[in-house]
Nanobody
Framework: QVQLVESGGGLVQAGGSLRLSCAAS????????MGWFRQAPGKEREFVGG????????YYADSVKGRFTISRDNDKLTVNLQMFNLKPEDTAVYFC?????????????????WGQGTQVTVSS
């Protein structure tokens, strides 16, 4: 089992940057692929990006490609989401999630463990 806690959210102006972190508990962290999702008010939860168990493969939603970067440190049990050039449409609650297996998925239903989320608000 994995427990996840996100941090690093906040209020930022358009064009600014934020770095979200997700701290995991559990000795099996390296056996999970990790994903970041976000959910804006009144909208479905959407995939932002993911990273394989080793960190060797990353993949992103088209809406954030080139602006967001995911990394992980299996020794420190953390996964990070670095966000650059933020836009008002990036405003949402951001969640990290863990999926059993080597590689992730775009689908929330494939992830067994979720953090509580952290709010990101981008002002125009």
């Amino acid at each position: 089992q994995v427990q996840l806690v996100e941090s690093g959210g906040g209020l930022v102006q358009a064009g600014g940057s934020l770095r979200l972190s997700c701290a995991a508990s559990g000795r099996t962290f390296s056996s999970y692929a990790m994903g970041w999702f976000r959910q804006a008010p009144g909208k479905e939860r959407e995939f932002v990006g993911g990273i394989s168990w080793s960190g060797g493969t990353t993949y992103y939603a088209d809406s954030v490609k080139g602006r967001f970067t995911i990394s992980r440190d299996n020794d420190k049990l953390t996964v990070n989401l670095q966000m650059f050039n933020l836009k008002p449409e990036d405003t949402a609650v951001y969640f990290c999630a863990a999926k059993s297996g080597l590689f992730g998925s775009n689908w929330p239903k494939d992830y067994a463990y979720w953090g509580q989320g952290t709010q990101v608000t981008v002002s125009s």
